[in-house]
């Protein structure tokens, strides 16, 4: 992985684990389009496969960090002959799959969010395992305001925040700022607009600088058994905790915390 420098609508550039992706379609508000998905899909399933990357930020260029879908694409589809029924399923179901590649990427992504972001905009804010925002960000899933109800930015919406608050935000298609944003857990913190990249980046290089290896094993198991009875999750956490205590890392890290000095990752 190198430094790289971009003119497409998602700009990427990388150094010392952190890869940044930055949608960069300021004209279409970084509408969620066909385009912008793929782009969006291609960037993640690389960073994945990639041992070099330890942390993605996911931020966006403009007043706008991501408007939702772009619904001057999908009003066009109604003029084919199914009113556009297999246009939506496509991309219904190519957005999904993003978010999802987020979720289950096996290094931490992190929002920046400058701006506003709104529907499937903010589906992609919580689909995050972190976000940083500015004071000044804003969110919002009005689809109800359109006749569209936002139920897949529910998904992640859901999973984030608690029912009521969710449903509050789903119903009324209100905007809320940052501070409401944080409140009840779309954020984890919110900064001056000229901190927030600095904030952002300073988290990403701290976890950057943790055992990779124990970072995928901890994201992966924080989804797994949020999704299980208590039981259940108790049986499989502790069994993957010790698979944990049997990894080099583990071995090192607990070494060196009693040895007192700074330990020497392997990510194994």
Request: proline share 3%; aromatic share 6%; glycine share 6%.
């Amino acid at each position: 992985m190198t430094d790289q420098a971009d003119t497409s609508i998602l700009l990427s550039d990388y150094a010392n684990g952190v890869l940044r992706l930055t949608l960069n379609d300021d004209k279409r508000r970084n509408a969620l389009s066909r385009t912008m998905l793929a782009a969006l899909s291609s960037a993640f399933t690389a960073a994945a496969e990639d041992p070099q990357v330890r942390v993605i930020v996911l931020a966006g260029n403009g007043p706008v960090f991501c408007s939702g879908h772009d619904l001057k694409e999908m009003t066009a589809a109604r003029a084919e002959a199914d009113k556009g029924e297999a246009a939506f399923e496509r991309l219904f179901a190519a957005c999904a799959a993003v978010m999802q590649l987020i979720v289950n990427n096996p290094v931490p992504v992190i929002a920046e969010i400058a701006g506003v972001a709104t529907a499937a905009g903010c589906q992609l804010v919580a689909s995050c395992d972190l976000a940083m925002a500015a004071n000044s960000a804003k969110f919002a899933t009005p689809g109800v305001n359109l006749g569209l109800f936002c139920s897949t930015p529910m998904v992640a919406l859901s999973r984030n925040v608690s029912r009521k608050h969710a449903m509050e935000m789903l119903l009324s298609g209100d905007m809320i700022d940052s501070d409401r944003a944080q409140q009840i857990g779309l954020i984890n913190n919110a900064f001056d607009g000229d901190e927030l990249t600095d904030q952002t980046m300073a988290l990403a290089n701290k976890i950057a600088s943790k055992s990779s290896m124990t970072v995928a094993v901890g994201k992966r198991a924080f989804y797994a058994q949020a999704e299980m009875p208590l039981a259940e999750a108790y049986a499989y956490t502790s069994q993957v905790m010790t698979d944990n205590m049997l990894t080099a890392d583990a071995e090192e890290g607990i070494d060196a915390f009693l040895g007192k000095r700074s330990p020497q990752w392997n990510d194994q």
